[in-house]
């Protein structure tokens, strides 16, 4: 049973460019979620996709936006990137279906940004 | 908005003791989940709580829902080497907390 994967591993792009990552949710989830994670700081949301609509936002600006597919995968793309958007990037995969909303991450997208 | 408090921020401990860490709020939630986060690595459910009082176990972790469903603690036994990490409590999707920071002691 294949967890949460997510890809590129690490990224390096340089000012004003656009970035995309992608993520395929645990088998059998629904409901993909992703994350900012600063070094040394908590994970902070960003926004939740269900049945392929933004469903959740988190307070981060229209630059960061995402797209959800009918197999359930997502991406995440930054527009303009800034200095400060250098991060972990996590996504995290959840079933709405079931009673219970446990999230399970993947490894993340190490994004650094010149 | 609603957070998350955790204590310690970190803390130093010998291999063999027991850890306890808290997490806080000043609102009501309804689900507390403990994750665990090597450095580089996504985040590892740990424990999952549910019911105001609930008591759970995870081999050598312990996790209680406090009965004002404001606050939850960890517990870990015998701390152990690869306890080293960043232990988070959540309710998900929007809110993480800081982050209890745990280093031991070989």
């Known amino acids: 049973d294949a967890g949460v994967t997510q890809s590129p591993t690490h990224l390096i792009k340089t000012r004003g460019q656009q970035v995309t990552l992608r993520c395929s949710p645990k088998?059998?989830?629904?409901?993909v979620s992703w994350y900012q994670q600063a070094l040394g700081q908590g994970p902070q949301f960003i926004f939740q996709?269900?049945?392929?609509?933004?469903?959740q936002r988190g307070n981060f600006p229209d630059r960061f936006s995402g797209h959800q597919f009918p197999n359930y995968s997502s991406e995440l793309n930054v527009n303009a990137l800034l200095l400060g958007d250098s991060a972990l990037y996590l996504c995290a995969s959840s079933f709405v279906g079931g009673v219970y909303n446990e999230q399970f991450f993947g490894p993340g997208t190490r994004l650094t940004v010149l | 908005g609603q957070q998350l408090n955790q204590s310690p921020q970190s803390m130093f401990i010998q291999e063999g003791e027991d850890v306890s860490m808290n997490c806080t709020s000043s609102?009501?939630?309804?689900?507390w989940l403990w994750y665990k986060q090597d450095p580089g690595e996504g985040p590892v459910l740990l424990i999952a709580?549910?019911?105001?009082?609930e008591l759970t176990s995870n081999g050598r972790l312990t996790a209680q829902f406090g009965i004002t469903r404001k606050d939850s603690f960890l517990n870990i036994s015998a701390s152990i080497p690869s306890d080293v990490g960043i232990y988070f409590c959540a309710s998900p999707p929007r809110i993480f907390g800081t982050g209890t920071r745990l280093k031991v002691l070989a």
């Open positions: 709580l549910y019911k105001a009082g």
């Open positions: 996709y269900y049945e392929e609509e933004e469903r």
């Open positions: 609102s009501i939630f309804n689900t």
């Open positions: 088998s059998g989830h629904d409901t």
